[in-house]
């Protein structure tokens, strides 16, 4: 794939999966936010439905947290073993919903994951990628830049634009979702004007900070952006306030933050308040329900599916060796 086209994926359809297919675990970080797992469970809701348009209804997808919110991956793990059949072996997908891959994607969640195995000798569980990195990620980020006002690329009209991580399915928006950030101001109409401040969390991983960073090359060449600095609200600099300043200070005319986060909770929020406040023009909401962001877990979901490893032999402390990231397998209809 060609820079100039990787932040524009576009459909394609591949041959539906065969309706016997294994639960999928969902596991997130987990935030002691409420808005956190109201967007999860509306961005999993979405997956369901984007499963059952491509011809798959009974999709059965739980999710789990490494922390701060119920259940465990061990609990819903749990209560799939205990649900299978009798004398019949059953098989999981677990996939971090995690944007980059770090510690908790390489070695807690597959450390986990084998202590679960081991418990429940009857539970064959397949381990998927994290979501990133992956060019739909880009797409995700410029829909959610576009409801800032900055210029949306083609395939992502205003018409389809909605606030970032609502509405939720049924049109109910989450408790305590608080205000969703937005423009004080005009926003230049050329790529070519705007600088950006891709944050993300940050990690003490380098590798996870890495990935941050080359997404954000990747994000320049395809859209043209006058710049794009990635930034970290922890564990890595520049913060996003750094970065504003410095992008300001060197004539842009005008900064974004675009928030790399997955859902609502404390960085977000930090994100949202240190950028404004050091003179950017918007900050994006975070990632949440874009249908970027569904389809990609349908991705990996399916990626896993067609592999033939298991973490049953992963110990704590290793992370699980996988193949490469984003290939498509049979059965989901992938956007390119």
């Known amino acids: 794939m060609t820079p100039a086209r990787a932040g524009r994926p576009r459909q394609r359809a591949v041959p539906p999966l065969p309706q016997a297919v ?3 675990l969902a596991v997130a970080h987990g935030s002691a936010d409420p808005r956190a797992a109201a967007t999860i469970a509306a961005l999993m809701g979405l997956a369901g439905e984007m499963a059952a348009g491509d011809g798959l209804p009974a999709l059965d997808a739980r999710t789990a947290y490494l922390g701060h919110s119920p259940p465990s991956a061990a609990q819903v793990l749990g209560a799939l073993a205990g649900a299978r059949p009798a004398a019949r072996q059953r ?32 539970l064959s569980i397949s381990y998927g990628d994290p979501l990133g990195p992956h060019p739909l990620l880009l797409s995700a980020l410029d829909r959610r830049l576009a409801e800032c006002g900055a210029p949306a690329p083609p395939g992502i009209t205003r018409a389809g634009i909605t606030q970032p991580g609502w509405p939720l399915p049924g049109g109910q928006r989450p408790s305590n979702a608080g205000p969703v ?12 004007d705007i ?14 900070n890495a990935a941050v960073a080359t997404l954000a090359a990747r994000w320049q060449a395809a859209r043209g952006w006058r710049a794009v600095v990635p930034a970290y609200a922890a564990a890595g600099s520049p913060t996003p306030a750094d970065a504003v300043t410095a992008l300001l200070r060197a004539g842009a005319p005008a900064v974004l933050t675009a928030t790399y986060l997955l859902a609502p909770g404390r960085f977000a929020d930090q994100v949202a308040a240190s950028s404004l406040r050091a003179g950017a023009a918007a900050v994006s909401g975070v990632l949440g329900t874009a249908p ?24 704590p402390g290793i992370g699980a060796v996988r193949p490469g990231i984003g290939a498509a397998r049979p059965g989901i209809s992938a956007s390119r």
């Not at 950030?181 to 070519?192: A, E, I, N, T, Y």
């Not at 993300?200 to 991983?205: I, K, L, M």
């Not at 962001?293 to 110990?315: E, N």
């Open 22 to 24: 294994p639960p999928l």
């Open 91 to 122: 098989r999981v997908v677990v996939l971090p919903l995690l944007l980059t891959p770090a510690y908790h994607s390489e070695i807690d969640l597959p450390a986990l994951l084998a202590e679960a195995a081991a418990a429940h000798p009857g």
């Open 181 to 192: 950030p937005g423009s004080p101001g005009p926003v230049p109409g050329s790529p070519g």
């Open 195 to 208: 600088a950006v401040v891709l944050a993300a969390a940050g990690s003490r991983h380098p590798a996870a």
């Open 292 to 315: 970027e962001v569904a389809r990609l877990i349908l991705l990996r979901y399916a990626d896993a599916i067609a592999r033939p490893d298991s973490v049953a032999a992963v110990r």
